[in-house]
T-cell receptor, first 110, second 115 residues
Framework: ELKVEQNPLFLSMQEGKNYTIYCNYS?????LYWYRQDPGKSLESLFV?????AVKQEGRLMASLDTKARLSTLHITAAVHDLSATYFC??????????FGAGTRLTVKP | EAQVTQNPRYLITVTGKKLTVTCSQN?????MSWYRQDPGLGLRQIYY???????DKGDVPEGYKVSRKEKRNFPLILESPSPNQTSLYFC?????FGAGNEKLFFGSGTQLSVL
């Protein structure tokens, strides 16, 4: 059974600092997704990673996928308050249904 | 405006009273799915549909039904709701999930409370 684990679950960081959120999964998959959810809001698609070695960047966020290690990272560069949200990774189990991680609640403090 | 529309936004009901949560998308997407979100558990997939008349179970289908008679609509039906189905529900759609158009568009959510 596919398990998706995110670390950390809670992250408080200072503005201007860098940090990485990790997403590990337990069975083979080459499709991984990152989403953002603001409090009380719906989910917004951030990145779609479809192959080993895929790297995507948008603004201060960069996501990568290592299918051999079964690991994806979401790197935050020079954090700003607007990045405060909950970030989810999700893995396609190969039959077009997805399993989500529990989410990482990020708080960026001035 | 391209969007996924869920209704209602909030719903309080009692155990055993059948209810339907509607989901409609105006983007001609083939793929649609339902999730429930519970604290500490992330999102769990209930059902998904690759196209009209094609539906499949996700992680937690027990107690739920779906139908996909038209491309744009994907209602979630709780025939006999129970308190453990109290949750935040999201509908989502994608142009052609699994074929290179994987970006999911989510509805605004339905907060369901079953008393």
């Amino acid at each position: 059974e596919l398990k998706v684990e995110q670390n950390p679950l809670f992250l408080s960081m200072q503005e201007g600092k860098n940090y990485t959120i990790y997403c590990n999964y337990s069975t083979t998959s080459d499709r991984l997704y990152w989403y953002r959810q603001d409090p009380g809001k719906s989910l917004e698609s951030l990145f779609v990673l479809l192959s080993n070695g895929a790297v995507k960047q948008e603004g201060r966020l960069m996501a990568s996928l290592d299918t051999k290690a079964r690991l994806s990272t979401l790197h935050i560069t020079a954090a700003v308050h607007d990045l405060s949200a909950t970030y989810f990774c999700a893995v396609d189990r190969g039959n077009n249904d997805m399993r989500f991680g529990a989410g990482t609640r990020l708080t960026v403090k001035p | 405006e391209a969007q996924v529309t869920q209704n209602p936004r909030y719903l309080i009901t009692v155990t055993g009273k059948k209810l339907t949560v509607t989901c409609s998308q105006n983007m001609n997407h083939e793929y649609m799915s339902w999730y429930r979100q519970d604290p500490g558990l992330g999102l769990r997939q209930i059902y998904y549909s690759m196209n009209v008349e094609v539906t499949d179970k996700g992680d937690v289908p027990e107690g739920y039904k779906v139908s996909r008679k038209e491309k744009r609509n994907f209602p979630l039906i709780l025939e006999s709701p129970s308190p453990n189905q109290t949750s935040l529900y999201f509908c989502a759609s994608s142009l052609n999930f699994g074929a290179g158009n994987e970006k999911l568009f989510f509805g605004s959510g339905t907060q369901l409370s079953v008393l």
